[in-house]
């Protein structure tokens, strides 16, 4: 880690080095040095904090005392779900995510105790495809050189086990689902660091070396290499069932049926919906023009897949897509920027929660827009949204979501969330169409406009 830092100053220096010879009054002078200290005056208040900041956390130190009270935990509005997850330390919540929103469709519909549909087996295939991806982007590419932007964003970014929603619906219509006892759990897809780190080495060594191929043998050495990733994932998370037996147990335990299935066959019969085409990709992006189809080049999961598109609209109609939704007992793919103003032991986001001004009698004056353009701000985590409520005007107060990050963390495994928290860090939502309004569905009769992979929105879901 320390050895990374010193290599990335060093990379700065360089960069910038032949430009600040240039302007030699843009460097910290005697003088400047001296003005700039007198911001320190070791007056009893700095002095106070200072010493409170040696030995505690600054969100300890942040936390508002006139918000320490549990809000209301009552909804309006909530889904009827069973259950709650556990991605442990993987970067699979998009994965986690878009499987509990199918999973309580298949509660609800058949009446079942607590189920789960095997994550590993997704991200089984999520890997393999993946690596496809990269290999043959690296192919199309070849003829760039490494210094050019998009190969520069492929060789830093091969793989990894974030994601979003199109991972879910291209992964799961082409391979179908299978329930966790099928293909349960390994230490590698709960623990995901150490598997991803050999995965990408191994792929930059493939890179390398396609580039230098001639064209003709690519396709034949890319399966090649495929077939030696695809030995690492089964060493990692297991075989991939193809056929399994499974019985169907009502709430009550009795045993309903038992069957052989396929993946595909399973998905077909407890859920069958066409996830491609049925659900509609929206963003809140005040940086961009509401009202408009956006595209992010390479922002998917699946070579043959569907870039992550969507539709950018006001947070005023997100809202009104997300209410109609949970009204009608249909939770969410959701995702925010979950880390600002989060209470863990609460299991709230509230803009409250914390006071960061006042400890370090500074502001924070950005609003979303401008977090949005210096990378201050973007998804971060997908969760369920599960629940809201309304006031008598029905309005929203606040929010529910189902997390993934086991039944002990935050409340109850969810996190609530204020109106005000939802207006300035919720970034993308997933519904069905039959939520959406016409005047919206329209807007996709546009021809998205293409952004690239480098852009503040790619930002995959951890």
């Known amino acids: 880690m320390k050895k990374t830092f010193v290599c990335a100053v060093l990379l700065v220096a360089g960069i910038f080095g032949a430009s600040a010879q240039n302007n030699k009054n843009g460097g910290i002078s005697d003088q400047m040095l001296e003005s700039i200290r007198r911001g320190y005056a070791a007056t009893p208040e700095q002095k106070a904090v200072k010493n409170a900041l ?30 709650i997850t556990n991605q442990k330390s993987s970067g699979r919540c998009w994965l986690f995510t878009g499987l509990n929103v199918l999973r309580s469709k298949m509660i609800q519909k058949y009446d079942l105790p607590e189920f789960e549909f095997s994550q590993n087996y997704c991200s089984f295939y999520d890997l393999l495809e993946k690596s496809n991806l990269f290999l043959q982007a690296v192919i199309d590419t070849r003829d760039a050189g490494l210094e050019d932007r998009k190969v520069d964003w492929l060789m830093k970014n091969p793989i990894g086990d974030g994601g979003q929603f199109t991972g879910v619906s291209n992964l799961i219509m082409k391979y179908g689902v299978v329930p966790k006892s099928a293909m349960p759990e390994t230490y590698q897809s709960d623990n995901t660091s150490g598997m991803t780190s050999i995965l990408k080495q191994k792929l930059r060594e493939y890179a390398l070396e396609l580039r230098a191929m001639k064209p003709a043998e690519t396709q034949k050495r890319k399966t ?75 922002d998917r999961h699946v070579y043959d897949g569907e870039n992550w598109l969507y539709i950018n609209l006001p947070i005023e109609r997100v809202k009104e897509i997300a209410i109609a939704s949970i009204k009608d007992n249909t939770a969410m793919y959701f995702s925010c920027d979950v880390g600002k103003f989060m209470d863990r032991t609460k299991g709230t986001l509230d803009l409250k929660n914390f006071d960061y001004e006042s400890l370090f009698a500074t502001s924070f004056p950005m609003n979303k827009r401008e977090r949005i353009q210096t990378f201050t701000s973007g998804s971060s985590h997908a969760m369920t949204l599960i629940a809201v409520d309304l006031d008598g005007a029905e309005k929203p107060k606040k929010w529910m979501v189902e997390n993934s990050w086991g039944a002990a963390s935050g409340y109850q495994g969810c996190l609530i969330m204020t109106d005000e928290w939802f207006d300035e860090y919720m970034f993308r939502l997933v519904a069905e169409r039959k939520y959406v309004p016409e005047d919206v569905l329209k807007m996709l009769d546009q021809k998205p406009t293409l952004l690239p992979a480098w852009d503040p929105m790619f930002s995959p879901e951890e």
């Open 224 to 298: 090649e290499m495929l077939t030696e990733i695809y030995r690492i994932l089964v060493e990692c998370l297991g075989v991939p069932p193809t056929e399994f037996e499974w019985t169907r147990y009502d709430k009550s335990g009795n045993a309903v049926s038992t069957k052989s299935y396929t993946p595909k066959s399973f998905y077909e019969e407890y859920i069958g919906e066409d996830l491609e085409h049925n659900y509609v990709m929206i963003m809140n992006d005040p940086s961009r023009e509401y009202g408009k189809v956006y595209e992010i080049e390479y």
């Open 54 to 83: 040696a030995s505690n956390s600054i969100a300890a130190l942040a936390v508002n005392s006139e918000n320490l009270a549990m809000c209301d935990t009552h909804f309006s509005h909530r889904v009827a779900t069973r259950g």
